[in-house]
């Protein structure tokens, strides 16, 4: 009897047990479904779900932009640093520094402005004076010496009417052995072969359109090359090449007959040792 009761409670023990074990594998079964389902879930969210698709896109974006942003800033930077590394190169390379320019009034022109010379005009200033650009004023002197530096000094005239150009325009002549007429031009004397004082030339320089007009239609007349002073006043019909500039200016003429002369002896390789100074030819005094 009391084995019997003994057996039957070991029995109910080990099915307890059992029961237990089985009940926990269940449990532990249910517990693994659920942390699949977690993790599959988790899994799934990280690479589907569409607000984080859109976060990370629209961080991407950002980051574009950003960089897009720096490189706009780097660009602007570089085309800064280069606009001013070409303006300093135009300064070094300029025939006189800019200041010469400014000093001599060049760059002043007048109220009135041609179709020609319109093209040259920087601005207006406020009294209604036209400004040309001091870089295209560089440029074509550069033009002007070089055209001109293809004629021998016998075959060119310089011609300069206007009292405030006389003075430079006699040294002109002298040191480059170039005739000069200034206060007088002697009409017919290139194209009347019957005048004791007529003569061929190539080349004329007209200082000022209007006022040398006879000397230029002279020159037209007989198919000769004409480099022109032109103001913003002149009209440059007839002219093979034209220098732009203030040509009523006693500093203005002056400082570009010095830059010709210079220019003119250095292409043919003559003693510029003997040119006066820069102050010489832009001095007021007579």
């Known amino acids: 009897m009391v084995e019997d009761k003994i057996k039957k409670e070991v029995e109910k023990k080990v099915e307890e047990k059992i029961e237990d074990k089985v009940e926990k594998k269940v449990k532990d079964k249910d517990n693994l479904k659920k942390i699949d389902k977690k993790l599959i879930k988790q899994a799934e969210k990280e ?14 974006k950002e980051l574009l932009k950003k960089a897009k942003e720096i490189s706009k800033k780097v660009d602007v930077t570089k085309t800064e640093e280069l606009k001013e590394q070409v303006k300093i190169k135009k300064k070094t390379d300029m025939l006189v520094p800019l200041e010469e320019y400014v000093k001599s009034g060049i760059y002043l022109g007048t109220r009135a402005v041609t179709p020609n010379m319109r093209q040259f005009v920087y601005r207006r200033r406020a009294d209604g004076l036209a400004i040309f650009n001091t870089d295209i004023i560089d440029e074509k002197l550069k033009e002007g010496i070089e055209f001109f530096s293809n004629f021998n000094p016998e075959d060119v005239i310089l011609i300069c009417k206007r009292q405030p150009g006389w003075k430079t325009a006699e040294m002109f002549g002298k040191l480059l052995g170039i005739r000069v007429f200034t206060k007088k031009y002697p ?7 019957a005048l004791p004082d007529f003569f061929e030339n190539e080349l004329t320089i ?3 359109q209007w006022v040398d007009k006879n000397a230029l239609e002279d020159t037209l007349k007989v198919h000769k090359k004409v480099l022109m002073i032109c103001d913003t006043n002149n009209f440059s019909k007839g002219a093979d ?46």
């Open 187 to 193: 009409a017919g004397i290139l194209t009347n072969t």
């Open 206 to 208: 007209i200082t000022d």
């Open 47 to 60: 690479s589907t779900d569409i607000a984080v698709g859109k976060s990370l896109e629209e961080k991407r």
């Open 241 to 286: 090449k034209i220098i732009i500039g203030n040509n009523k200016s006693q500093r203005s003429i002056g400082l570009i007959f010095y830059l010709l002369v210079r220019g003119y002896m250095k292409a043919k390789n003559m003693d510029t040792t003997q040119i006066p100074d820069l102050d010489w030819w832009t001095s007021e005094e007579n």
